[in-house]
């Protein structure tokens, strides 16, 4: 298996810019995670989903922050518009249910 | 009370020496552990799973103390390459993980 595969690696954008983080799970997997990770707040949960529906949203920032996965290998994760605040590094990770696996992250500059 | 307290570090350890990381978590519903390592600017990854009193792979050895509310991770004959941070997580019921900040370690040759 490939692991969890997330695009892009990195990403730099401007302030106000839409940004689309994407994220193809662990096949077979049935829960998928988004977290942030910055220096000062650590690894934080933003939503996840269990069977492609959406369990827990509470760790999204805000309405600029949206996620979706539209079939079980497939999800993604919107900034609209982005902010420089916004700049961090953005984990996918998928289990079933227990072991989670993460991929290699999206390093999200927001200038 | 923090969810999940790990000495911050960094430690500092001779290679080939074995080495000790404690972890205590609060949520006492808490049935699934795991040990992460986190190497500098890469993503998690799965170290050990712990459900029961302990497991052991290789150079590793984690053990749980249900009535502590405490775990451990031991690392024997340790490597350049155990370098990282590692993160003890355990997990609530609806199959999140609780993530603390983790423990810094740095093998010296």
């Known amino acids: 298996d490939a692991g969890v595969i997330q695009s892009p690696r990195h990403e730099v954008t401007e302030m106000g810019q839409e940004v689309t983080l994407r994220c193809k799970p662990i096949?077979?997997?049935?829960?998928l995670f988004w977290y942030r990770q910055t220096m000062m707040r650590g690894l934080e949960l933003l939503i996840y989903f269990n069977n492609n529906v959406p369990i827990d949203d509470s760790g999204m920032p805000e309405d600029r922050f949206s996620a979706k996965m539209p079939n079980a290998s497939f999800s993604t994760l919107k900034i609209q518009p982005s902010e420089p605040r916004d700049s961090a590094v953005y984990f996918c990770?998928?289990?079933?249910?227990?072991?989670?696996?993460f991929g290699p992250g999206t390093r999200l500059t927001v200038t | 009370r923090k969810e999940v307290e790990q000495d911050p570090g960094p430690f500092n350890v001779p290679e080939g020496a074995t080495v000790a990381f404690n972890c205590t978590y609060s949520?006492?519903?808490?049935?699934?552990f795991f040990w992460y390592r986190q190497d500098c600017r890469k993503e998690p990854k799965l170290l050990m799973s712990?459900?029961?009193?302990?497991n052991e792979d290789g150079r590793f050895t984690a053990q749980l103390n249900r009535a502590s509310q405490y775990i451990s991770l031991l690392i024997r004959d340790s490597k350049l390459s155990d370098s990282a941070t590692y993160l003890c997580v355990p997990m609530d019921s609806n199959y999140q993980l609780i993530w603390g900040a983790g423990t810094k370690l740095i093998i010296k040759p």
């Open positions: 712990v459900y029961s009193s302990g």
């Open positions: 990770a998928s289990a079933g249910p227990r072991e989670q696996y």
């Open positions: 096949s077979g997997h049935d829960y």
């Open positions: 949520n006492s519903a808490s049935q699934s």
